[in-house]
């Protein structure tokens, strides 16, 4: 691209791209040398985080125009997808490509601009969709940038983002962003807690005490909270927050009579848990739950329930 090279950008850079549940075939480490040798793209070094995460961290380090392409062929690959999930659908309406950046949160204010300024340039420039999240992900100073519409849009966005990233270097250090594995789903039998791993279920002791304590003190102190009766409990477990979504025609099951049921959940599980309000138009309703992994588990494990 003749513009890009002469607007200075023909260096080395390392971009972050952050995908939310299955990593297609084209996303596999064994395949990306291969893939990438056949359209050309010298210098450039792809890798692909840990893969028992929900979450996958692709990282693209090499000159702009390696990874020009490399963006191209993704978001390409991304449209194939939809195009061929949408064969035997019901759906009339063409959802667009979306991708997520993981950027350093020290740049995002250059990104966005004054008042929204260089953002607003950049959706109108490109047609494409961005969006500059709010809060930093778990446990780093990185922010997700969520990009939406067609490959060629999201080409010429992810060009313009890289001339804030080359213009903006981020200040301080940073703290990337590291997914972490899904928890196993959890059952209870016999008294014991077990965590279920492929086809064997594996005894989890502290989810078992967490258990019997609930069963045998209700109502129950949620962790976190300084509790002499419950001795061996750790006040400082490192709390987080996961969210889920529950059909409208299913919460009030969750939810029980005047509040009853979730309140229950809460005592059990130790979790700080919050359903938001019922959306126009939305035939599902959020839920937050608060706490440690422990916490976290076992109430979706009593959600699941219900």
Request: proline letters at 8%; hydrophobic letters at 35%; aromatic letters at 4%.
């Amino acid at each position: 691209d003749t513009k890009v090279t002469e607007g200075g950008l023909n260096v080395t850079l390392t971009i972050r791209l952050l995908m939310h549940g299955k990593v297609k075939h084209f996303l596999l480490p064994q395949q990306w040398p291969v893939y990438c040798a056949s359209v050309q793209l010298p210098g450039a070094r792809i890798n692909i985080s840990e893969g028992s995460c929900p979450e996958r961290i692709v990282t693209i380090t090499g000159p702009t125009d390696a990874i020009f392409k490399a963006f191209s062929m993704i978001a390409l690959k991304f449209e194939e997808d939809i195009n061929t999930s949408m064969t035997n659908s019901t759906v009339t309406s063409k959802p667009p490509v979306t991708l997520r950046l993981v950027v350093p949160a020290s740049q995002c204010g250059s990104l966005i601009g004054k008042g929204g300024s260089k953002i607003k340039e950049i959706r109108e420039s490109t047609g494409a969709q961005v969006q500059v999240a709010g809060d930093m992900l778990p446990n780093s100073t990185e922010r997700a940038v969520t990009i939406s519409g067609t490959p060629d849009a999201i080409i010429q966005c992810v060009k313009q983002i890289c001339v804030v990233m080359l213009e903006s270097p981020p200040k301080g250090a940073t703290i990337p962003y590291r997914p972490k594995p899904a928890s196993a789903p959890i059952i209870f039998a016999g008294g014991q807690a077990f965590t279920i791993q492929g086809q064997y279920a594996i005894p989890h002791p502290d989810l078992t005490k967490l258990h019997q304590l609930a069963m045998q003190h209700p109502p129950f102190t949620p962790l976190g909270q300084t509790t002499p009766g419950f001795p061996g409990l750790d006040a400082t477990t490192p709390t987080s927050s996961h969210e889920l979504t529950i059909p409208n025609d299913l919460i009030g099951c969750i939810i029980g009579r005047q509040g009853s049921k979730i309140n229950e959940i809460r005592q059990m599980s130790g979790a700080q848990i919050k359903i938001a309000n019922a959306t126009e138009g939305s035939a599902e309703r959020q839920v937050t739950i608060t706490g440690s992994p422990a916490n976290i588990s076992l109430a979706q494990y009593l959600i699941n329930a219900r």
